[in-house]
């Protein structure tokens, strides 16, 4: 019968009801079957015809034009710096996210900013947090770690630095220094307090977490430790 001697058209032809199959021209495609070719999509072209799939600008590119039959028709166009596209078809890049950058057009991804760094003012890049601040991994600002007592950090630090018992933080030069004598801390201060009272049996030394009294069966009477 007649539907017995029916034919499907091949994949990248259709039939427009004249029982006859006719190609794809360039910038459409089919799957077969089809009543109509479809227009390659943004971010693609094709330059053959009877074919059934577009071919994409590529990743760190894009392009907006609708059934481009060859590449310059096709008009992709680079990603510009601080966005990207890491897919092969695109009808536009994304932008950086936020503590994120990259450099240079045609990305196809954006770095982050390494701990002890910050993203720069043009955005482009990562600078070195200085000496007393930090950062963490993708940090747009670097921490002043001067704000807070008993901290201090080099430059290009990830994280301050916590000085501990018998230390103080020297914010002048950012470095935990030795409690003098007659001094002590406990951890996290700026300033070693003094110990309360000159007898303790410790004050000759450097570097102290806590002040000694007056040993057992003396007394502390202020300029001596009276037996």
């Not at 077969?32 to 072209?45: E, F, M, N, R, V």
């Not at 601080?82 to 991804?109: A, H, L, W």
């Not at 701990?115 to 963490?136: F, H, I, V, Y």
């Amino acid at each position: 019968d007649a539907e017995s001697d029916c034919t499907a058209c091949t994949v990248g032809k259709y039939t427009d009801g004249t029982h006859s199959c006719t190609s794809c021209s360039a910038g459409k495609v089919a799957m077969g079957l089809s009543a109509s070719c479809t227009d390659c999509g943004g971010g693609s072209y094709q330059d053959q015809v009877g074919q059934t799939s577009c071919i994409g600008c590529g990743p760190g590119k894009y392009s907006t034009k609708v059934g481009a039959g060859s590449l310059a028709e096709a008009d992709c166009k680079a990603c510009e710096i601080m966005t990207f596209s890491n897919v092969d078809i695109s009808t536009s890049c994304e932008d950086c996210e936020v503590g994120k950058f990259n450099s240079e057009v045609e990305s196809i991804e954006c770095r982050r900013c390494y701990g002890g760094t910050r993203l720069n003012d043009a955005k482009n890049g990562c600078d070195l947090c200085p000496e007393g601040k930090c950062s963490g991994a993708g940090a747009e600002e670097c921490t002043d770690c001067a704000s807070t007592a008993g901290f201090v950090s080099n430059a290009g630090a990830s994280s301050c630095t916590l000085c501990g018992p018998g230390f103080y933080a020297d914010k002048s030069v950012q470095e935990c220094k030795s409690c003098p004598q007659k001094t002590f801390s406990t951890f996290g201060v700026d300033e070693c307090p003094v110990c309360p009272s000159a007898n303790y049996t410790n004050n000759e030394l450097t570097g102290q977490s806590s002040c000694d009294p007056c040993p057992p069966g003396t007394l502390d009477i202020g300029t001596t430790c009276l037996k």
